[in-house]
């Protein structure tokens, strides 16, 4: 325990996305080289790095190269939902579906994989948070995605079998940040993890039922509780 604790006290390496859609990976190589960035390449994704930068002078969110969209800041961790969704051969997929889609970092990367072409089906429950979606939709170029504001629990009554893929990336009790946000923990309580796992149970069920027959579904979180979460979700 107290190895984990220490772990969670470590500062997250930053790491960025190459946005696939705006240039190439041996382009933004040759930029980021002369900017003095240094880059790791992240395992699990072809696209994502480690970066080490000074940002003294310019954050990275403020270069122009993140403003014109050619890059996303996105945690390392974050990168693995699309990426096992699309690990597979069978991942030529006509209509996908985001059912948690803000801020959009996985919305963009599955765009970027889908290469702007069939449908993506963007969705966000929370009505403040789809203008910041919209907003990194349009700066990376994405141009096959739709956006909704529905619970997402709807999908499976609404759409069913009409999705080649799903991404559910839950909304949880949020423990799993505690290195990037110290008081990720101060609301954290056994009943309200109780209540966001029933959710979660209700939305992956929404998921499987708009899943076509075949398809592939991706179950993301970034909650500690994975033995009380996946205790409720054994039906599956």
Known sequence: MT??????????RKSIRVNTLKTTVDAFKINA????????PIP????????????????????AEHMAGLFYIQEASSMLPP?????????????????????????TQLAALMENSGVLVANEFAASRV??????????????????????RVFGGWLPEQFDAILL???????GTVRKDPDAMKN???????????????????????LKVGGNLVYSTCALSLRRI?????IY
């Open 188 to 210: 954290w309580s056994l009943n309200s993890t109780a209540e966001i796992a029933a959710t979660q149970k209700d939305l992956i069920e929404s998921a499987f039922h708009a």
């Open 3 to 12: 190895d984990f604790v220490e772990a969670c006290r470590k500062p997250l």
């Open 131 to 152: 203008k910041v979606l919209h907003a990194n939709i349009e700066r990376c170029g994405v141009r096959n995605a739709a956006l909704s504001n529905y619970d997402a």
């Open 169 to 175: 990336d839950a909304p949880c009790s949020g423990e």
């Open 83 to 107: 990426s096992a969704l699309y690990a597979g051969e069978d991942s030529d997929y006509e209509a996908v579906l985001d059912m948690a889609a803000a801020p959009g970092s996985k919305t």
């Open 44 to 63: 699990w994704c072809q696209e994502g790095f480690w970066i080490e930068a000074d940002e003294s002078e310019v954050p990275l969110g403020n270069t």
């Open 33 to 40: 080289q002369n900017k003095g960035w240094i880059l790791n």
């Open 230 to 234: 996946s205790r409720s979700l054994s």
